[in-house]
């Protein structure tokens, strides 16, 4: 009789089970193929744009022989006579238009942020909103009509006889107000409302007077906001075009109205591409304000969050 041994079988081993996809990695996969039409449209309504005007601004054509060759001529040329002169008139009518801009829309948000009506409130920042998206050929008719040579007011005020005229840069500078003061309530607002309570109240007990709270507390905290508010009025009032052309043609010299006569032909045999340096002169401005705008933007919400 033999005895019973008892036979133990070696464990089957085990696959490793797969790692599992983080959720946060998947997640940010996602993000980025929900992303992808979006930067394909950038890149075709925007890249190519770009690449044809940067491709264009450095590109001469010789009248002769039809050949083309890089250079930088058509630069030059765009920072010169005319082409700078308009290009310095509408940085002048920019910066002088936002820093007005600015004053008056701190003092109309801050109206409207310290009311007690909120009727009041929402009236003013819807209007805001529409008043900031309104230009054009229609706001050039509205004034027309209201402040031209035969306008409404001009006549009822006598304002010719007192040497006004709408057709001119302070003319400009007041259309422009028109709707850069709106965009400027819709800008300082937030940055107003992010104010403690509690920093006027503790300066208050420290004997501190209105004025002396707004110069040493709510006015440095604000000022990257308003700084911002700026640059962004800039360049709005820097790419503005339908309006002046339909009000002011070319009696005031700007950076918009010389790019559309380039572009209608009215240059010299060989300088057809100068269009395209005054707008790559346009984009280095506009590149500029952005790049003091964000900074002081992020700064801004530090402050304020």
């Known amino acids: ?108 948000a801050q109206a409207v942020v310290v009311s007690r009506f909120r009727a009041l409130r929402e009236a003013v920042l819807t209007a805001s909103g529409v008043l900031a998206n309104f230009g054009g050929v229609p706001l050039a008719f509205a004034f027309v009509a209201t402040l031209g040579n035969s306008g409404v007011l001009t006549r009822h005020l006598g304002l010719a006889e007192a040497g006004w005229t709408l057709y001119s840069f302070w003319g400009l500078t007041l259309t422009y107000l028109y709707f850069l003061i709106p965009l400027m309530v819709l800008t300082i607002t937030p940055a107003l409302d992010g104010l403690r309570s509690q920093w006027r109240e503790a300066a208050r007990n420290n004997g501190a007077t209105h004025a002396q709270y707004w110069r040493h507390v709510a006015l440095p905290v604000l000022a990257p906001s308003l700084l911002g508010g700026l640059v962004l009025l800039f360049g709005s009032a820097f790419a503005a075009y339908a309006t002046a052309a339909a009000m002011v043609g070319s009696s005031v010299p700007l950076v918009t109205l010389q790019i559309a006569d380039a572009i209608s032909g009215n240059v010299l045999v060989g300088q057809e591409n100068v269009a395209l340096a005054l707008s790559l002169d346009m984009v280095l401005v506009a590149g500029l304000v952005m790049a003091v705008y964000l900074p002081l933007q992020r700064r801004s919400a530090r402050w304020l969050a």
Do not use: C, E
């Open 1 to 108: 009789m033999t005895s019973g041994t008892t036979v133990t079988s070696a464990p089957h081993p085990v696959d490793a089970a797969p790692a599992a996809v983080p959720s946060g990695r998947r997640r940010r996969s996602a993000g980025w193929l929900a992303v992808v039409p979006l930067l394909v449209f950038v890149a075709i309504a925007f890249g190519i744009p770009a690449l044809a005007m940067l491709n264009g601004a450095f590109t001469v054509k010789d009248p002769a022989t039809g050949a083309t060759s890089y250079t930088t001529a058509n630069l030059t040329t765009s920072l010169h006579g005319a082409y700078l002169t308009a290009l310095l008139g509408s940085v002048k009518l920019s910066a002088v238009s936002a820093v007005i801009a600015m004053l008056l829309g701190l003092l109309l």
